[in-house]
């Protein structure tokens, strides 16, 4: 039986247990809510996009593993109301000769792309940034796919229904692929907006052998300066290390890429398309398969990642009004080294198309 003293220390334990209950968990409502409300201030401060947690608590835009995967983390929408640019992906390989998989391309370079974009250092400075530039990208999620015999033909019709209305909205467009079959849509339809293009084409082949309606991968090159949508002798074919019959393009083998370098490379580029409205087409398989060993058709002897980055860097001044990548096979891939090396190149085309945007407007 417990004495008055006894019961009097017992309750007194009581009590303080209870108030230390009630002291810790004031506490930890007010630290989360502090958490909470600085995360929601940054946050507004940094629009959402580039501030990640450490601690826990309200995370917007978050590590490149977290959220449904968008490219770079844009919005997937389809509403082109203000939109700068829109990334679109066309998942077909039906065109290809060799290995086949870029249709799962879009997939794998929108799965690493968050990695690539949280480096920039070739671009943002004090007086630029993606951001300011192209308040709105979107990534506009796929169109093209199908089964069957026709699926060619309804890949070329669909791309290049969507390819004009992001175009004729104003908006800039760069696809993914898919092989190279996957431009014709896209180059079509800006050069009814634009007028004949300058080809940019990175790719170890030229992709230059008429195709009779009978469309691969190797063949828009040639159909699209004969339909007279490009004009070649305004365009570069870059990184050729393969033979094909020429259809008046000026050729830059993979060997003069590497003597010229960055610098040198970019200069010749700009003398060729000059002024003119540039679609840039990037075939994965034109860096060495050291570098892009998930693709179709690797042939060895091409540049590195970096070199073709440093390039695309110095061609800032050249009018590109669309672009895609394609040829990125992920069932070839390493380590993500093919899909990785295609968005960071994307990440440049992006920049040098906002830079463009920026002096038009
Ligand atoms: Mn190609």
Redesign the pocket.
């Known amino acids: 039986m417990l004495n008055n003293q006894a019961l009097r220390t017992t309750a007194t334990k009581i009590f303080d247990f209870g108030a230390y209950k009630i002291y810790w968990t004031f506490k930890e409502v007010i630290n989360k809510f502090t958490i909470y409300a600085i995360n929601i201030l940054l946050s507004s401060i940094f629009k959402g996009d580039f501030y990640m947690s450490y601690t826990g608590g309200y995370v917007e835009h978050p590590f490149h593993y977290s959220g449904i995967s968008t490219f770079a983390g844009f919005a997937n929408k389809r509403n082109l109301d203000n939109v700068d640019l829109a990334i679109m992906g066309i998942p077909f390989d039906i065109g290809t000769t060799n290995r086949p998989g870029a249709r799962l391309g879009p997939r794998a370079v929108r799965a690493v792309s968050n990695l690539a974009f949280r480096s920039d250092y070739l671009w943002t400075t004090e007086s630029f940034n993606l951001k300011k530039a192209c308040p709105n990208i979107i990534d506009y999620g796929d169109v093209g796919a199908a089964v069957g015999a026709k699926a060619t033909e309804f890949m070329i019709r669909e791309s290049y229904k969507h390819a004009k209305l992001i175009l004729n909205s104003g908006a800039s467009l760069v696809s993914i692929g898919g092989d ?1 079959t996957i431009p014709y849509g896209p180059i079509i339809a800006a050069s009814e907006k634009y007028g004949p293009l300058a080809l940019l084409h990175f ?3 030229q ?1 230059s052998i008429p195709s009779h309606g009978d469309y691969s ?2 063949n828009f090159a040639y159909d699209l300066a004969h339909e007279g949508c490009i004009d070649p002798s305004k365009s570069a074919q870059v990184c050729i290390r393969t033979r094909m019959e020429n259809c008046g393009y000026n050729i830059i083998y993979a060997n003069k890429v590497i003597e010229l370098g960055p610098v040198g490379l970019a200069n010749v580029i700009k003398s060729i398309v000059g002024n003119m409205p540039v679609y840039l087409t990037f ?1 994965i ?1 034109a860096l060495d398969p050291a570098y892009a060993p998930g693709t179709g ?1 690797p042939v060895c002897g091409g540049p590195s990642t970096n070199l073709i980055k440093c390039t695309l860097r110095e061609l800032e001044g050249i009018n590109i009004v669309a672009a895609d990548m ?2 990125v096979s992920p069932t070839y891939d390493a380590n993500e080294i093919t899909a990785l090396a295609a968005a960071s190149i994307m990440q440049d085309i992006v920049y040098l198309i906002a830079k463009n945007r920026i002096k038009n407007n």
């Open positions: 190279h790719d170890s082949h992709d991968h190797a075939d398989d058709t394609v040829e």
